[in-house]
């Protein structure tokens, strides 16, 4: 293993951490040399996750071991925890891949605003690279500070950015009406996600209130050039994977089918993102534990308006997978690697 | 059971005619005097339903068996089956409920344009009252042919007839975004309730082709006096019951939170709708196997907007439960009379 | 309501407690005049368990707010707790009916060896009738300390009963293989039945060493009349409701088929149990939120045994159901007062 | 690709057929060069099974292209068809692995009993190896006809195996109790699987009759030395994956624990088997997807007796890993080629 990248995890107690590794451990390039967690240090991965035993049994150890160990570093924290840790990497010239939000709003007054805290080191944040690979692919490459998305802001940006590339939208306003399974939530116990509670049940969470909202409207709005404003509503879907985004778009006059559907060839050459055939509704089982965005296209004749479906697996094209895509864009290796992985089909 | 009302169920090995015998086996004032199938006459319905085993072991019979047997009848069949049924009915002075969509459109255009049939007897339409219980309260009591609405129209209708009465809409256009159990999909088999292929999954389908469109846009634009139109996504949820409709409304520039709040006043004195406390969010498991309609309002002061949400068990209030609330209308009972169940808090 | 029976609920908060008020807001002869809860005295019920919203709104009392204001009380505690209440209500001559298991063993040393605790009022104990409707209805009928059966012993108690009553069984050893949902692990949040670990899951539990051992073992042996034990491994089923307990009986050589069906025909009056015709096979998809116990009967002539399949409503007939089943009788009313509720049949 | 190997799967619009192909489209040594199907040919498979869109999207063609075209053959078709198939490739001396059920049983009075056939070519029949691959290896290395285990023996045989080897069971009679998720049930509607019917439901089904238990049984006599019955009970659980078998064991008396761990101490050295540690129990998530098969022991001390419990995916371990399993070792491969898959944690 000698040529591989060494890479580490911090936080790969959490959900996101557990599934780099389980994505990284079959990665032909690269070698996990450390994993950490605040709360069980000393324990092996496996303990909490026994998927592992007898694959991969190596023991949870401390942040900063990591950080010393990897040349590549993924986190997977809370807000408010990477800035010091991105700030080490960068003084050391590692890579720092960040799965939470510290790195993702490039300005500050919206990281104040929606999380509460401020930019410390702002000469730091001024290296950020919104590591959404399919539309900021050359600059992540010449990177080593990712702020990978969010696992709703994936699904709707690379959903609807076809639409205001090729600016067929009519208003610079957008319902999104979300999904997600309850992986989301991640590891810790809350009533929502307890069985007898969430199983046979559905409902919205966070509306209009949720902390993806500035991340989207933030990058849509780069995309057109003007201010975008969504009306954004996740839900929590009583099953363990997968985001579906119903988008709703008001067309130009003048724009037609065919319009449309020429916006989303821009995807053609992308591996990872399938536009399906027209009369073929998206659905979150065939994204599941792949790291595809799968996305449908339905234009409604009757009021000259499209609907967007956009799926994925908010664990993998949602988190660590994207991340380890963007790793590998970095490190030169193919972007597909450790990541052709088919959902199952059942 | 000499004083009850003679009650029978045409399509009683349906989903919504079992569910009809489920309530009314259990309903004080009314007896089933007969239930009918197509395919299975002759057999016990607890053969087809075994929680009837035991309970209530009768036979299916025919269609013009109920008829003849019954004062009362309920008919859950395909569409353009039912006016040949209700026109016997009208001449014998009987009650006949049609869970189906063949009595819900007023004009026949409609009828015609969405589900490919003629009204043969235009005069029996032209008696035909909509069976939104809450709405027309005053005219179902003195009919006796009523088009019991829809599933999704119940749930979308219910969740937006107070912001239409007070006119705090801005735009006479509405994204509804609705989502339901399975059991929407009746008793036959196909591939998108095959287990394997439904659980764990979650797509829309027939978006912006769905045929209780048409219902809507009819009813929400009485409501109004001005003609609305709705893009309406529904999506199939991996559950058994209930459906939750996310409705966003553009609200009138100088309309307040308070405004809309007390728009929903109007159900102050409505026994099956539950308008939630402000913070609180309504979730189908709490109507699941109930009449109720739990409806949550949610005001976004950033964007001015409002999201209604709106949630029914598509089988009671969506089907069995508002026929039999119409019924208890018709006969003079009381209009919770078998309707008070709680649904299971888990 | 002035004729009605008083009725009390500790332990309102617990799930088997909450399931007792859903049932009971629904029974035509008792009046709940008091519902407490240790963690949430103050808050109305429906904070817990928004189904209650605008049904039933009362607030959370103390313990001893119930037993003074009740004449019949239930309470649903961790073991260990029951004792001083039912202490007092012996003393005020009140009804006692525990859901916990302070009151089915008969020997004190079980108590001690699986529950760790003593029995510190014996003559409390000298007092208490196990509550399996079906077997014990004319001791119940002078109790008033009840130790209302354990979810798994309901299933199995009234699964084994026709077999060890008729001594068909050749040996004196069971094994008993039984799947619950996940209410069985109760209202407190678990790694065991956090959302996302527990779906698409399935395992055993606590092999050989489940507290419900000692229960099934003496109540089995009283049937014989002599020693009986069982090897029984519960297993969690990733839904929400019931109990399978599958039963593996080597028949009495001589014994034929038939004796087998004539020995269930000691239950052709229990209203209750169902015992399924020759070829039909237990659900518990048919019990679910029902006071019924299906049972099915499977002889196997190749090898000459039989599997006896029993299911029911863990929290039903196995809470919450056959306590009011157990009051009703007491109380003097019909024993199917408030349950005849037939289960969802989809 | 010159160097693969040549395989095709006949049955592959099955779902046993399409999760071979899902394993095999990321297997280094080999390239599929057809798939068949008798119901779909000239459709791409992407069309049954969206998931393979844009990543394999080859076209069903006769059962006989696949013979021609491939020189290891895959088969997953009902039992009787593939005698003749098996027959060709055996004449142009190509591997034929049969998922089905057609070559396993030795004696053909077992097939003609369970399976109602006869065999037609007894000679092929002398040829055919079962193939569990940890216990025939060796025989496995040099055939070219396997009958690949059905998903419960599998499970159970591999469950039982250190125990009938190292002789410390006191009877030879079992009690295996089954847990399967739905996929087992194949790619065909049915009422059983049919969602709202199949969700929040569990029973058992074919008690002592189903097809697997002369398998079962055969390979257990083997592996004692002496004639073994098995009570079997399958159950069907509402989830997609995997199969729980819950095996009772009766010990010797002079058995130790410790000698119970000792037995299984014969998988040390098995990467698909892992024997959890003491304590810890199986549960089929953590098998999901994978080859691996998890055993855990459960000695009870109080009775001397043990349980043990045994998990695979029932389409991996149970079919197509397995079979995939044999054909790297037919071909030299290392055994694990393709197979690495850790199944996800969530």
């Given at each position: 293993?000698?040529?591989?990248?060494?890479?580490?995890?911090?936080?790969?107690?959490?959900?996101?951490?557990?599934?780099?590794?389980?994505?990284?451990?079959?990665?032909?390039?690269?070698?996990?040399?450390?994993?950490?967690?605040?709360?069980?240090?000393?324990?092996?991965?496996?303990?909490?996750?026994?998927?592992?035993?007898?694959?991969?049994?190596?023991?949870?150890?401390?942040?900063?071991?990591?950080?010393?160990?990897?040349?590549?570093?993924?986190?997977?924290?809370?807000?408010?925890?990477?800035?010091?840790?991105?700030?080490?990497c960068d003084k050391q010239?590692?890579?720092?891949?960040?799965?939470?939000?510290d790195f993702r709003l490039?300005?500050?007054?919206?990281?104040?605003?929606?999380?509460?805290?401020?930019?410390?080191?702002?000469?730091?944040?001024?290296?950020?690279?919104?590591?959404?690979?399919?539309?900021?692919?050359?600059?992540?490459?010449?990177?080593?500070?990712?702020?990978?998305?969010?696992?709703?802001?994936?699904?709707?940006?690379?959903?609807?950015?076809?639409?205001?590339?090729?600016?067929?939208?009519?208003?610079?306003?957008?319902?999104?009406?979300?999904?997600?399974?309850?992986?989301?939530?991640?590891?810790?116990?809350?009533?929502?996600?307890?069985?007898?509670?969430?199983?046979?049940?559905?409902?919205?969470?966070?509306?209009?209130?949720?902390?993806?909202?500035?991340?989207?409207?933030?990058?849509?709005?780069?995309?057109?050039?003007?201010?975008?404003?969504?009306?954004?509503?996740?839900?929590?879907?009583?099953?363990?994977?997968?985001?579906?985004?119903?988008?709703?778009?008001?067309?130009?006059?003048?724009?037609?089918?065919?319009?449309?559907?020429?916006?989303?060839?821009?995807?053609?050459?992308?591996?990872?993102?399938?536009?399906?055939?027209?009369?073929?509704?998206?659905?979150?089982?065939?994204?599941?534990?792949?790291?595809?965005?799968?996305?449908?296209?339905?234009?409604?004749?009757?009021?000259?308006?499209?609907?967007?479906?956009?799926?994925?697996?908010?664990?993998?094209?949602?988190?660590?997978?994207?991340?380890?895509?963007?790793?590998?864009?970095?490190?030169?290796?193919?972007?597909?690697?450790?990541?052709?992985?088919?959902?199952?089909?059942?």
């Amino acid at each position: 293993m000698q040529n591989r990248i060494k890479v580490g995890i911090i936080g790969a107690s959490g959900y996101a951490g557990a599934e780099l590794v389980r994505l990284l451990i079959n990665h032909n390039k690269v070698e996990i040399v450390s994993i950490s967690s605040q709360s069980y240090i000393g324990q092996p991965l496996s303990h909490l996750y026994p998927t592992f035993f007898g694959v991969y049994d190596a023991v949870l150890e401390s942040d900063l071991d990591v950080i010393e160990k990897a040349d590549v570093i993924f986190a997977s924290l809370p807000h408010g925890y990477c800035e010091k840790y991105a700030s080490i990497c960068d003084k050391q010239n590692k890579v720092f891949i960040d799965l939470g939000a510290d790195f993702r709003l490039d300005q500050e007054v919206d990281y104040q605003n929606w999380y509460g805290l401020n930019y410390n080191e702002k000469e730091l944040h001024s290296k950020q690279v919104y590591g959404l690979t399919e539309m900021n692919r050359d600059i992540i490459k010449d990177s080593k500070l990712i702020g990978n998305p969010g696992c709703y802001p994936t699904s709707i940006l690379l959903g609807l950015y076809p639409v205001l590339k090729s600016k067929i939208n009519k208003t610079n306003h957008f319902v999104i009406d979300s999904k997600s399974g309850t992986t989301g939530a991640g590891k810790s116990l809350s009533e929502a996600t307890h069985f007898p509670r969430c199983n046979e049940s559905f409902h919205p969470y966070k509306i209009g209130d949720h902390r993806h909202i500035p991340e989207i409207e933030q990058e849509l709005s780069k995309m057109q050039g003007e201010q975008i404003t969504v009306q954004f509503t996740p839900h929590l879907l009583p099953i363990n994977r997968g985001i579906v985004s119903t988008i709703y778009v008001d067309l130009n006059d003048n724009v037609s089918k065919e319009d449309v559907y020429n916006a989303y060839k821009i995807y053609d050459n992308e591996y990872f993102i399938r536009v399906l055939n027209e009369g073929d509704v998206a659905d979150l089982k065939f994204v599941k534990y792949s790291n595809f965005c799968d996305i449908s296209l339905h234009y409604d004749k009757r009021l000259h308006k499209l609907v967007v479906v956009s799926c994925i697996d908010n664990m993998v094209k949602g988190a660590a997978g994207q991340a380890i895509q963007n790793m590998n864009i970095i490190c030169g290796f193919d972007e597909t690697e450790g990541l052709k992985i088919v959902a199952p089909a059942f």
